[in-house]
């Protein structure tokens, strides 16, 4: 009976007269400021650049932003000279290690739409009419059935002339309000807690420059996902392969006797022998990955064409024979045509279910469950910041979902319903975490 009384007593110390973990919880004092902490980061225009060396001017103004936001919290944060922000909060358990607990989130948004300048809308009680956003852009439930579990909740667009960048600052609003949850209750049990907020998600390079110092946990939780539930826990592998050929100059009537190379025969050949059409993108659903020649280029002064293939699957296998297939031919055309052809690999993002441990996967179903939510994990047909570190460093992390919509699009929208959910959500991995010891993982 003795053994009985004690477990209970420590269960009712680590979780129940916690008042975050209880029902009515202070989770709640948190939420109404959730939308405007969202809405200030919304309103810092923070795309990422392609083309950049690194960062763009709006990263940098965002990333010095938050920084100062976390270190007034009074919490052990890094801002490094990459602008990765980097929380690393100690153990509060007596007696015993608890598996370090890791979080992600994104400050950057896609290049590939208009996001600087952003007008957020908050929209309270929706009545399920149509959304008329500016530019004639709308938000319905033709275009988006989701949206009809919103009506009497709240949501966020932006005014039509630009996206809203949910993807990613919902996830840095929870990240940070988690943040904010832990400093201002330093009874909350926790074990050791690493933070991430990176640059540069948007452009495949949110893990190219992450410090391991700061950022190597045992689990790793990245909140950058859709709608109530998902989370992914499996993703594309991609890789970018870019094949050169190398042409030589001269007058091509008398090719045969100057040697004279044209540099895009070669390209032209390669790309019919790797990428037959049943295996491009517009043939490629759910578990199927693709090969896809996406451009072109002439460098006219040092005469080559080059092609940038973009390699995309689940199965590992079905990857080596693209692979092979891009290799073999540019072999086969090198000797055939006499031409110099080179091909460079690039790993982009990798599978994370390739690199996560097996307790992961309890740990986020039981952390919804008691926050009243349905896990719903699903395949991702893309990579995430997880994804890019698995990539790179070899483990990974399954990517949560935020209450992001239609992401990368002037209709993108939020909502607060589903964001809070998955601040929740975070909380409860703390808990989670805290309550297994580290011989467990």
């Not at 948190?30 to 001017?57: C, H, L």
């Not at 790793?220 to 970018?240: H, I, L, P, R």
């Not at 590992?316 to 031409?339: C, P, T, V």
């Not at 998955?422 to 993982?441: E, I, P, R, T």
């Amino acid at each position: 009976m003795r053994k009985l009384v004690t477990w209970a007593l420590l269960l009712t110390l680590l979780c129940g007269a916690n008042p975050v973990f209880a029902q009515g919880n202070v989770a709640d004092k948190y939420r109404s400021g959730m939308i405007e902490r969202f809405v200030k980061y919304a309103q810092i225009g923070s795309m990422s650049d392609y083309n950049a060396e690194w960062m763009t001017p709006g990263q940098e103004q965002i990333a010095q932003a938050l920084y100062e936001e976390i270190k007034s919290f009074g919490l052990p944060t890094y801002l490094s000279e990459d602008k990765y922000i980097y929380v690393n909060i100690p153990s509060n358990l007596k007696n015993r290690k608890a598996p370090v607990l890791g979080l992600s989130a994104h400050y950057d948004t896609t290049p590939d739409i208009l996001g600087n300048g952003v007008k957020p809308q908050i929209i309270k009680s929706y009545d399920g009419k149509p959304i008329v956003l500016k530019n004639n852009h709308v938000i319905d439930f033709e275009s988006d059935p989701y949206l009809r579990n919103m009506i009497g909740k709240t949501i966020v667009t932006s005014d039509g002339t630009t996206n809203l960048g949910a993807d990613d600052k919902a996830g840095v609003t929870i990240v940070v309000t988690l943040l904010k949850t832990l400093a201002e209750n330093p009874k909350i049990p926790h074990g050791p807690i690493q933070v991430v907020i990176t640059p540069n998600e948007d452009v495949g390079r949110s893990a190219e420059r992450l410090d391991l110092k700061y950022y190597r946990p045992d689990y790793a939780f990245d909140f950058d996902g859709g709608v109530d539930g998902e989370m992914v826990v499996e993703n594309f592998s991609a890789y970018g392969v870019i094949v050169t050929a190398q042409g030589v100059n001269g007058h091509q009537s008398y090719a045969a006797e100057n040697g004279y190379r044209n540099s895009a025969k070669p390209i032209a050949d390669l790309i019919a022998a790797a990428a037959p059409a049943e295996n491009l993108p517009n043939n490629s659903r759910g578990d199927q990955g693709y090969i896809e020649p996406h451009h072109i280029e002439y460098n006219q002064a040092k005469n080559t064409h080059a092609v940038d293939f973009r390699l995309r699957f689940f199965d590992q296998q079905e990857g080596k024979r693209y692979m092979d297939r891009i290799k073999q031919a540019a072999d086969s055309l090198q000797n055939a045509l006499d031409a110099a052809i080179t091909v460079k690999v690039t790993a982009q993002y990798e599978n994370v279910a390739n690199g996560v441990k097996p307790e992961a996967l309890g740990m986020i179903n039981q952390a919804m469950k008691e926050a009243g939510v349905t896990p719903k994990p699903k395949k991702e047909r893309a990579g995430t910041t997880s994804a890019m570190i698995m990539a790179k460093h070899g483990f990974g992390g399954y990517t949560v979902f935020t209450g992001q919509n239609n992401p990368h699009a002037f209709t993108e929208w939020l909502s607060e319903e589903d964001m809070f959910k998955a601040y929740k959500v975070a909380l409860n991995l703390v808990k989670q975490a805290a309550q297994m010891n580290a011989s467990d993982k």
